[in-house]
Each structure stands twice: as C-alpha cells, then as structure tokens.
Antibody, heavy 118, light 106 residues
Framework: EVQLVESGGGLVKPGGSLSLSCAAS????????MNWVRQAPGKGLEWVSS????????YYADSLKGRFTISRDSAGDSLYLHMNSLRAEDTAVYFC???????????WGQGTLVTVSS | SYELTQPPSVSVSPGQTANITCSGD??????SCWFQQKPGQSPVLVIY???KRPSGIPERFSGSNSGNTATLTISGTQAMDEADYYC?????????FGGGTKLTVL
C-alpha cells in the first residue's frame, strides 16, 4: 500500500525556518517524481515545488522567491522541504504528493500544518 | 503567470449530471487533471491526462479538454460526490491549480 506521511509542521515566528519531511513507503520511491502542495486555511490548493526521480530537475513556484528548498533522499525514501524567511502567508497545510504531468498527483499524504505567527 | 479559472460553486440534483469547467489560455494544448477534496481530507485524483480515470474512481467521473476549457463531468451525481473540485495543469514546468469549485448536491 502506498503511504506518504508528512511531519515537521508546527508554529514558527515570522522570519524563522522550518523543515518538513515526507516518509514514503509501499512503492519504489526512487522511480517517481515528487511534489509539495500547500493549502492555506479555508483556501484552495497551491503547487509549491517538484523534484524529479533522480533530483536532476527541480522547480518552484515563482511566489516563493528562493526561500524554499526541495530535496529527497532515495536511500531513506524521504522527501524534504526546507523553508526559510517564513511569512504569515506561508501558513498552510503542506501536502506531499507523488506523480507528474503524465500520472497526475496520484497519491497524497495527510498533510502537516505550518503556522507562521508571532 | 498562467491562470486557471473555475466557477466558485455548482449545484446539482441527485441523479443529474454536473459539469465543472476550468478555463485557461489554450488549456486544450496542455494536459489537465482533476482532484476531489472533501472537508478535512487530502485531495484525491479523479481524472488525469484530460480523460483518464485512476483505478478505483467510479465511471460516472469523466473529463474533456479542448480549446480554452477543461470540463469535469459527473453523471448520475450522488450525495457522496459533494466536495470541492480542483483542476490542475502544467505551465512548462510549473504546476498550476484552479481556484476550486464547491459542488453541492441538493
């Protein structure tokens, strides 16, 4: 069974940093592109970042302006998102999702809540 | 930046057909997906590559994409289909979601 389990969310002050993790199981992690998608409270979905199966291709939403870094560890079957210079508008549930333009985002984690507040 | 536009809400009677649209410049030249999200749950992929249905998704869900509009069609809508629906595409290598449509089954 495919499982994606996010962790690392919490309360952080504006300007602070936070790292999220997504533990994958039930599939060959190294063979799939992975993504982060976020959802602000009561709002819609927003694509954050994608990383190819071999980490050779990495893309970010323009709105992030270099503050976020996606990475993956195929040995440990984990996806990461390191977030710097956090702002109130980064407050959201962050989901990891498997897939790409061909498969769609076919599996999602349960999400982890990041709250940026003083 | 590329934008996708969805109606904020659509209402349908049980057993009828619901059509949810998603508009974007030359969207028919891109590949589109649709996601269903119920309150407090993670999104679920219901359509990918414009018309394909993942395993486990009921046949009453179908999709099309032509010109500037992608459409999610739910035939014989059931009460369990009440949810938020999001379209999604790729603008070169950037993912783009529509604003979402709340489907109400009256």
């Amino acid at each position: 069974e495919v499982q994606l389990v996010e962790s690392g969310g919490g309360l952080v002050k504006p300007g602070g940093s936070l790292s999220l993790s997504c533990a994958a199981s039930g599939f060959t992690f190294s063979g799939y592109n992975m993504n982060w998608v976020r959802q602000a409270p009561g709002k819609g979905l927003e694509w954050v970042s994608s990383i190819s199966s071999g980490s050779g291709y990495i893309y970010y939403a323009d709105s992030l302006k270099g503050r976020f870094t996606i990475s993956r560890d195929s040995a440990g079957d984990s996806l990461y998102l390191h977030m710097n210079s956090l702002r109130a508008e980064d407050t959201a549930v962050y989901f990891c999702a498997r897939g790409d333009r061909f498969s769609g985002f076919d599996y999602w984690g349960q999400g982890t809540l990041v709250t940026v507040s003083s | 930046s590329y934008e996708l536009t969805q109606p904020p809400s659509v209402s349908v009677s049980p057993g009828q057909t619901a059509n949810i649209t998603c508009s974007g410049d030359k969207l028919g030249d891109k590949s589109s997906c649709w996601f269903q999200q119920k309150p407090g749950q993670s999104p679920v992929l219901v359509i990918y590559q414009d018309t394909k249905r993942p395993s486990g998704i009921p046949e009453r869900f179908s999709g099309s994409n032509s010109g500037n509009t992608a459409t999610l069609t739910i035939s014989g809508t059931q009460a369990m289909d009440e949810a938020d629906y999001y379209c999604q595409t790729w603008d070169i290598s950037t993912g783009v979601f529509g604003g979402g449509t709340k489907l109400t089954v009256l």
